[in-house]
Each structure stands twice: as C-alpha cells, then as structure tokens.
C-alpha cells in the first residue's frame, strides 16, 4: 500500500520542524585502540557525564583519568553546561578512555564547527593510530621477541 501523501507544502514544513525539534543531541564515534565509543551530547541537561550508564568518576576512578576527559569540555568553556553519555566497547581501559575523548571531541565539533580550532590545537581531534603489533610466527611469543639461541 502507498502512503497517503500530505496535500499541500505547508503540512511538509511542519512536520520536518516538528522532527528537527526533536533532536536536541548531537552523535559521533571515537576509536583507540581496539575500544569504539559512540558519544552523544546535550545542550539543555545537566552537565553530567555517563559512560555505559554509570557516572564517569566510577568508570575512570583514576586522577589522571580525569584530567583526560575534562580535557575537551574545557579547551571550549563547556564544562558542566552539556551532558554526555558515552558507550564504549572492548579494548582495555587506557583505550576506552582514549576514545572517549576522541568521540566527545568529534561530538563538539559536530554541535559546533567554531570549537574545532581550540580542540586540533591540543590534540584532541586527532585518532591515534597505534595498534598492537601482530605476533610473528616462529618468536617467542610476542611480535619482536626472539627466540634463545644456545650458545655451546
């Protein structure tokens, strides 16, 4: 069956405003590692920040950790007036917390192409390319490590 189109423009407009009032967040997806975040921010929320729906001080509890994430809100005057939720997947913890920095820092961009130039200036844009080296066969276990030679 085919839809029943509107009958005139005006319906059209209205029903594109009334789902652009709808979305008052803003996606992006951040990597490190082999740890994917996907992060969505909000203007009109509660400065808080959730990561797999937990507060993030109890997800990264280091000091250190801290000092990272807060980075990008910062570097634009934002801390505390947007809300962040972050869904970060494998990896270990250094590499979840790498991209979710990565991600928040592409979400801002996304929300606001003025704050890129404050954010590339620290660095924050930029997806770091290490990866693990893959294991070689016929070492020792590791991707450079040799084997003992004997020696007499």
Known sequence: M???K???ETEIKEETTKKAAKINWVTSVGRRKRAVARARIWLEKNGQILVNDKPVEEYFPALDAKVLYEEPLKAVDRFGQMSVS???SGGGPAGQLGATVHALSN???KFDESLREPLAKK???TRDPREKERR???YAGKARARKQSPKR
């Open 2 to 4: 085919a839809k029943a």
């Open 6 to 8: 509107p009958s005139n």
């Open 86 to 88: 972050v869904k970060v």
């Open 107 to 109: 979400a801002l961009v």
């Open 123 to 125: 660095g924050l844009l």
């Open 136 to 138: 070689k066969y016929g």
